[in-house]
């Protein structure tokens, strides 16, 4: 029997050529879809789990109140991490380690950069950290000893098989010694870099570690088996507090779990948002178009239930059952719908190359993974019992009588049923274009924001070698390039969010509560350099710092100051007790969260040991190509011992936007394969629609109907279809663009447009797909329809 019923489902493949291929390749097309997306959501599920310990180790962050809201972050002060360890019972290993550091590695312009961070050695018993070469226990033993990745040791010695114990440079200063090699970390890990250093070396040159009231690092926490986290946050919520009173800090735990999905926080609490959003959103697409998929069989096997009726019947007369059909028709669908997996598992290796480019990601198929073979598996079996439960059960009840006889099959039942089932798919494909256009509107609204300051045109520099101490001459090289504008030195990046502080006050402050205020060293250079304006006073111009007291404040932090204008005004640091005379006000900039508000700022007078970054503007209209080129000459002059390195700020600045960047690429991907198999399907039920009324399209040409009047009467019912689905997509779509916009706080307006745009696309999507059909029926010779009559 189950030989018998693989032959005739061979037989129907073969015989139906089109039809089988659009069901196959559209549910294959759904599949792979599928596939991609639980691929990258289970990378996303699975961040950080190469950490055994990952349930018990914890990073502590702070939440500091302030006048309206309240600041969470992760620095700690410096004497926090070893305080913790030895007072706080449940806490079993404590690791302090800096931000992210870059280094030039070698000798000269031979080195190359490398990114990494100054940790204790307890990292590497915290975190999950094969060694390859050396061991933790002795790898940062020495003063000036450095651990690297295997990635970082091809980097700096090439394929020397054993690095243990070699020597290299650092920044053309110190020589430090191979301690140990760790293996390369996975792409989907939270705590990663190329090389480690002896935290003891960065304490010891940083004076301001020894402050409680100074947070510049990140403490991770390792709890003891059993401890629990709410336990440990009731020791913790005033530790700062006893160390340095009237502290305004209180410090918690926040859980690795945790770190890579739902790491927002609003008010101090933790709002269980973040990348999670993203995953349970994509995780629904990856359903919703699997039916979609599924819309498609279900709708040719009933509308073509008359090509099977006699087949049917004659069964039924030589005694199978219903049940026996069922089992026929479900089999039938199993079949196709496992053949339409393993094409899409071809699909899914032959493009995941380009999907990994896209989301940035090394995923891999893994069907040598049991859990991987299973899933596809699972999705091919959930796929053919849905595709073929309806058409089963429809083509199991078809009377044998009636159908051997040649009595017409009543069709309005399934009909009906077909036409449900198009709309569902063109309401969701119009659903995903409108998201897809209002995503795309979100990001390019929040780029066209008036910043305070013009990223176009801006090249940054690490301030590395030599550049701090010739930077007056590296200056006046540039600007007689006749490229170059301007250039400007500061101590961080324009668009970073950090190095701020509370603690200021000023006559006639209305308020104690403390009031978060950035801090920023900047040359004169730095408020032209990056388009800047000066909105009262002036800029700075005695950088002398041993006299200087002069300051300039944004306009926010003048508003705070009290009615009328800050300049001339003393603002006073509680915290080092500096008084600083504000001689210019500054129009608002936005930096860190690029959906906030315009944050107040202090600009101070640069010191040079301060300077980080070095700021480039080259004129509009430039050949970059050539600006480049000549700041790599003067850098290779001015600053020869360090090899050339550089960003453009619109780069920096676009990486910003990477998740919604992302999940409006992939939402134009899957709305474009929503509509693909949405036309298959439809495509289908053309061809179909226009084969049952051939001889109706033979009578109406002979009695004169014009080939325009027919593709006419034959794309009309599909079209209503199409405009029946854009009325139920509109204020879905409205309800979720709406829903997702809430949580910016600088957005875009849905606009009436958006719905007309994806209404008439998702139209002329469906008459191009229909007229061709339709066209091929109208222009058919009636006597080859009508022979038979």
């Known amino acids: 029997m189950l030989k018998n019923y693989i032959k005739t ?105 490398a ?32 651990v690297i990745t295997q990635a970082a040791a091809k980097k700096f010695f090439g394929n020397e098989a054993n690095v243990l114990g070699k020597t290299i440079r650092v920044d053309n200063k110190q020589d430090y010694v191979i301690g140990g090699v760790i293996k390369d970390f996975p792409a989907n890990t939270s705590v990663g870099f190329e090389w480690v250093m002896p935290f003891q070396v960065f304490f010891d040159q940083s004076p301001w570690l020894k ?137 899914v290796a032959l493009l995941l190359p380009q999907f990994n480019l896209l989301v940035q990601k090394q995923l891999v198929i893994g069907l040598d993974k049991p859990v991987h073979l299973l899933g596809l598996l699972s999705i091919a079996l959930i796929c053919g019992l849905v595709t073929g439960s309806y058409p089963s059960l429809y083509l199991s009840s ?30 969701v494909s119009i659903v995903l274009i409108i998201c897809t256009i209002v995503v795309y509107q979100q990001i390019q609204h929040i780029k066209s924001r008036n910043f305070g300051f013009d990223r176009n045109n801006l090249i940054v520099m690490d301030a590395q070698g030599e550049i701090v101490k010739s930077f007056t001459q590296i200056k006046q090289d540039l600007l007689s390039t006749g490229y170059v504008d301007d ?97 210019g006000v500054v129009e608002d900039y936005v930096y860190g969260n690029m959906y906030g508000k315009s944050d107040p700022v202090v600009f101070l007078g640069l010191p040079l040991e301060r300077a980080n970054y070095l700021y480039i503007r080259y004129k509009p209209g430039s ?32 990486r910003l936007f990477s998740g919604e960047t992302l999940i409006s690429k992939l939402s134009r991907v899957f709305a474009s394969l929503a509509i693909i198999i949405s036309c ?28 325009s009047g027919l593709a006419t009467l034959l794309s009309k019912d599909f079209l209503q279809l199409v405009f029946l689905s854009c009325v139920l997509a509109f204020p879905l779509a409205y309800w979720v663009m709406n829903k997702w916009l809430v949580q910016f706080r600088y957005r875009t307006e849905i606009h009436l447009s958006v719905f007309v745009i994806a209404g008439l696309t998702a139209v002329f999507i469906a008459l191009v797909t229909i007229s061709f059909q339709s066209i091929k029926a109208a222009v058919a010779n009636p006597v080859k329809s009508l022979r038979s009559e």
């Not at 305004?248 to 999670?276: A, P, Y």
């Not at 050539?626 to 780069?651: G, L």
């Not at 061809?687 to 009324?693: D, F």
């Open 115 to 146: 990114s990494g961070i100054y940790a204790e050695p307890s990292l590497f018993s915290m975190f999950t950290m094969p060694f390859v070469e050396g061991n933790a226990a002795t790898a940062l033993s020495q003063v000036h000893s450095l």
């Open 487 to 583: 250039a400007a030195m500061t101590n961080h990046s324009t668009l970073y969010d950090g190095n701020n502080t509370a603690g200021y006050t000023w006559e006639g402050k209305e308020t104690k509560a403390d009031v978060l205020i950035s801090r920023r060293y900047i040359s004169t250079e730095y408020l032209h350099t990056l388009g800047m304006k000066i909105a009262e006073g002036h800029n700075l111009t005695n950088l002398d710092t041993a006299n200087n007291s002069d300051v300039m404040i944004t306009r926010s932090l003048e508003k705070m100051m009290g009615k009328g204008s800050a300049i001339g005004k003393i603002i006073r640091h509680e915290g080092n007790g500096t008084a600083n005379r504000v001689v």
């Open 398 to 427: 078809f009377n044998p009588v009636s159908v051997l006889k040649g009595i017409k099959l009543k069709d309005s039942g399934a009909a009906f049923i077909r036409k449900g089932l198009v709309v569902t798919q063109f309401t």
């Open 623 to 654: 050949d970059v190509e050539k600006v480049v080129a000549s700041i790599q000459t003067i850098m290779k002059k001015d600053n020869p011992a360090f090899p050339f390195d550089y960003r453009f700020v619109d780069d920096e600045f676009n």
């Open 211 to 347: 402050s409680w009231g100074n947070n510049s690092l990140h403490t991770y926490i390792e709890l003891k088996p059993g401890v629990s986290e709410e336990t440990v946050n009731k020791q913790l919520y005033s530790f700062i507090d006893k160390k340095l009173p009237g502290n305004i800090s209180h410090v918690f735990l926040f859980g690795m779990k945790d770190w890579r999905l739902r790491n927002v926080f609003m008010n101090g609490k933790q709002t269980g948002e973040g990348r999670i959003q993203n995953v349970r959103l994509f995780s629904i697409i990856a359903w919703i178009i699997l039916f979609i998929a599924c819309i498609n069989f279900m709708n040719l096997a009933t509308a073509r239930s008359e090509k099977r009726a006699r087949e049917v019947g004659v069964r039924k007369v030589l005694g199978a059952g219903k049940k026996m059909l069922i089992g026929q028709f479900i089999g039938e669908a199993l079949f196709m719908a496992l053949l339409s997996a393993v094409i899409a598992a071809i699909i």
């Open 680 to 707: 298959l399907g439809l495509f289908g039920l053309a061809a179909y629609t226009a084969e049952r009324r051939t001889k109706e399209i033979g009578i109406r040409k002979v009695l004169g109907a014009s080939v």
């Open 9 to 113: 489902a061979f037989r129907s493949l073969l015989k139906n050529r089109t039809y089988s291929f659009l069901n196959i390749f559209g549910l294959a097309i759904g599949i792979a879809c599928a596939a991609f997306i639980f691929l990258w959501v289970e990378d996303e599920l699975n961040y950080d789990s190469v950490n055994v310990k990952m349930d018990r180790i914890y990073i502590a962050k702070e939440n500091q109140q302030y006048v309206d809201h309240i600041f969470t972050h992760s620095s700690t002060p410096g004497l926090f991490g070893p305080a913790v360890k030895a007072e706080v019972p449940g806490v079993a290993n404590t690791c302090r380690t800096s931000e992210e550091q870059v280094f030039l590695f070698g000798q000269g312009s031979k080195g190359v950069y």
